[in-house]
């Protein structure tokens, strides 16, 4: 299955009598990385697992071009999630660990999928327990372990949280190339800097609702302060 947008309309979420999300309308296209900021508690992961179908909506619809979530089966089998929990076996090598989930994606060449992957995570010359690297290395790990099978929406929770200099540059990098790649990127973060200078375009989740953060005179923060004391 392949999709070229992910669109939600007046997408509401509930936990009981807890309102989350209120009515959130977005449309995020291939080639496109889009930045979703916002306090904690602001509703950025519950979005992010709603995209993933891992939970459903309270009202409204999501589609995937013109599939919906009822195709979530096959649609999971095109999306990437790097969540809070990194998914990696301390356990085992970055290898194994590449191996295990590349096998569970059903993915072809596991062998090419893994070397490539450990390529582009800089990890080919790893072979002790993933439990003995640092954050930067294991969040490098999980990025290409969620990317093992080439999926065409990716979503990331706060990726660039506990990495130094080198790392985060390398992950802006390969944002990059996902876009190229012709890739929907959505990413939720608090890092505005970080994702100013490779994201297409920011909204703002606040109180359950989303604002766009239309291009305009300042950064991103500047951006985010205007419309956070206007909403």
């Not at 999300?21 to 306090?39: D, F, M, Q, W, Y």
């Not at 790097?82 to 194994?96: C, K, N, Q, T």
Request: hydrophobic share 40%; charged share 25%.
């Amino acid at each position: 299955m392949d999709f070229q947008s992910i669109s939600f309309t007046d997408v509401s979420r509930h936990f009981s009598r807890r309102r989350v999300l209120h009515n959130i309308t977005l449309r995020c296209v291939a080639g496109e990385i889009v930045a979703l900021v916002g306090s904690n508690g602001a509703g950025k992961s519950t979005l992010l697992s709603i995209a993933s179908t891992l939970l459903t909506p309270s009202s409204g619809t999501v589609q995937y071009g013109d599939k919906t979530s009822a195709h979530s089966a096959d649609l999971r089998a095109r999306i990437g999630v790097l969540g809070h929990d990194l998914f990696i076996y301390p356990e085992l090598s970055a290898s194994e660990n590449l191996a295990f989930f590349a096998r569970a994606y059903g993915v072809r060449d596991v062998e090419r999928a893994v070397r490539s992957a450990l390529e582009r995570a800089g990890l080919e010359q790893r072979d002790d327990p993933a439990g003995r690297f640092s954050r930067g290395m294991r969040q490098r790990l999980a990025l290409e372990r969620a990317l093992l099978h080439e999926p065409r929406l990716v979503l990331l929770d706060e990726p660039f949280t506990g990495l130094d200099d080198a790392a985060t540059e390398a992950l802006r990098s390969r944002l990059t190339d996902l876009r190229e790649a012709g890739c929907i990127v959505l990413v939720a973060t608090h890092d505005l800097e970080t994702i100013d200078s490779v994201a297409d375009r920011a909204v703002l989740l606040r109180g359950g609702r989303l604002t766009p953060l239309d291009h305009g005179p300042g950064s991103l923060r500047e951006r985010y302060r205007r419309a956070s004391r206007e909403s």
